[in-house]
Nanobody, 118 residues
Framework: QVQLVESGGGSVQAGGSLGLSCAASGRISIINVMGWYRQAPGKQRVLVAT???????NYADSVKGRFSISRDNAKNTVYLQMNSLKSEDTAVYYCNANIGILERRDYWGQGTQVTVSS
């Protein structure tokens, strides 16, 4: 059993900053890719950013230059620093971790709300 527990989020005015963190716990062999996704009301869940075990990162075009993803492998934790927030960043943010060696499986956090007011 693996659990992903997110923290951070909340409400902020446009132009502000917020940070999210997500810690994985449980029966973990190896964490491959970790990432953040978001889902706005009435829309599909979409990728925000991912980071590989070696630190290679990938960002959605809409957040490049504003968001930064990082991870602490010793703590099984992934972070998302969000700067210059816009109203269109408002969504529920979900943490994701791909875990396993021969058999890989995706795990999800419960989601945390980020609201940006203009």
């Amino acid at each position: 059993q693996v659990q992903l527990v997110e923290s951070g989020g909340g409400s902020v005015q446009a132009g502000g900053s917020l940070g999210l963190s997500c810690a994985a716990s449980g029966r973990i062999s190896i964490i491959n890719v970790m990432g953040w996704y978001r889902q706005a009301p009435g829309k599909q869940r979409v990728l925000v950013a991912t980071i590989g075990s070696g630190g290679n990162t990938n960002y959605a075009d809409s957040v490049k230059g504003r968001f930064s993803i990082s991870r602490d492998n010793a703590k099984n934790t992934v972070y998302l620093q969000m700067n210059s927030l816009k109203s269109e960043d408002t969504a529920v943010y979900y943490c994701n971790a791909n875990i396993g060696i021969l058999e890989r499986r995706d795990y999800w956090g419960q989601g945390t709300q980020v609201t940006v007011s203009s």
